[in-house]
């Protein structure tokens, strides 16, 4: 494996809001990663049909142990100011927030799939954050987009998403 030189580079599209790792010319990354802004659309997790976490038991555990390999390497590529950086709407409360939580014994449920194209995303989250209302809920996820053909994760999404409590 090549020595990994990550480039932040902020994208714009719409609603879509990506801060992209990617990696320098002539290196490998173990798997793509892509860090998207609070709420911003993702393809995967929210245009994807829904998928029953039970009928994914076997890939589901398979993706976890590849995540065991992967989740050192993931965790070097972000700091809590990345995660900062992430926060759209509680920016103030968030400026405190220093925390680079670990990535390893995370549990993952599928929540997505495309079964024509042997694709599966799995959620998990990673920390509670700080709220700018008490009426929301905010957390650092992170999601696995799996190649069930294949047995292998192909991108790691970290993000925030919030939740409206009722």
Do not use: N
């Not at 902020?10 to 990617?22: E, K």
């Not at 926060?87 to 995370?106: D, E, I, V």
Request: hydrophobic share 40%.
């Amino acid at each position: 494996m090549k020595r990994i030189v990550p480039a932040i580079v902020p994208l714009c599209i719409g609603v879509f809001s990506v801060i992209a790792c990617a990696p320098a010319a002539g290196t490998d990354f173990p798997v793509s990663i892509a860090f998207v802004r609070e709420m911003a659309y993702i393809p995967e997790v929210d245009g994807w049909e829904q998928c029953t976490p039970a009928g994914f038991a076997a890939d589901s555990q398979k993706a976890a142990a590849q995540w065991d390999t992967l989740c050192g390497w993931v965790r070097k590529q972000y700091t809590p100011a990345t995660i900062r950086g992430l926060s759209c709407w509680a920016k103030k409360q968030m400026a405190a927030y220093k925390r680079t939580p670990s990535l390893k014994g995370l549990t993952f449920t599928p929540i997505r799939c495309r079964q024509d194209q042997k694709k599966l995303v799995l959620q998990s989250v990673v920390d509670s954050l700080p709220v700018h209302d008490r009426s929301v809920t905010r957390y650092l996820k992170l999601y696995l987009l799996y190649d069930t053909g294949e047995s292998t994760i192909i991108k790691v999404t970290i993000t925030i998403r919030g939740e409206l409590l009722e």
